[in-house]
């Protein structure tokens, strides 16, 4: 059984930084891409960045590029994402994903087969 353990949310104030983790736990599996998606409450899960195992391709949404980077950890076969400057619009439940399938789509969440527990994330005024 494979997991993706994330880690590394809570409070802070805007123009603030955070940085997230997310680690494979259990049998290693192969990644066409990994990624991280966020909800807001009474909000649809939206796509905030990902990174193509082979080459390190990194894909963002408009409002977080400059802010946010996406990076592997090939030790633990996962990834990291450093948030700074985050803003109050940020705030939400922040997941980690990966697409062992190939199904190549990075900024699709129907393309990702592994999720994460999720993460708060929030962004006090």
């Known amino acids: 059984q494979v997991q993706l353990v994330e880690s590394g949310g809570g409070l802070v104030q805007a123009g603030g930084s955070l940085r997230l983790s997310c680690a494979a736990a259990?049998?290693?599996?192969?990644?066409?891409?990994m990624g991280w998606f966020r909800q807001a409450p009474g909000k649809e899960r939206e796509f905030v960045a990902a990174?193509?195992?082979?080459?390190?391709?990194?894909y963002y949404r408009d409002s977080v590029k400059g802010r946010f980077t996406i990076s592997r950890d090939i030790a633990k076969n996962g990834v990291d994402l450093q948030m700074n400057s985050l803003k109050p619009e940020d705030t939400a439940v922040y997941y980690c994903?990966?697409?062992?399938?190939?199904?190549?789509?990075?900024?699709?969440?129907?393309?990702?087969?592994?999720w994460g527990q999720g993460t708060q994330v929030t962004v006090s005024s």
């Open positions: 994903a990966a697409d062992t399938l190939q199904s190549k789509m990075v900024t699709y969440y129907g393309a990702y087969d592994k």
């Open positions: 259990g049998r290693t599996f192969s990644n066409y891409a």
């Open positions: 990174i193509v195992w082979s080459g390190g391709s990194t």
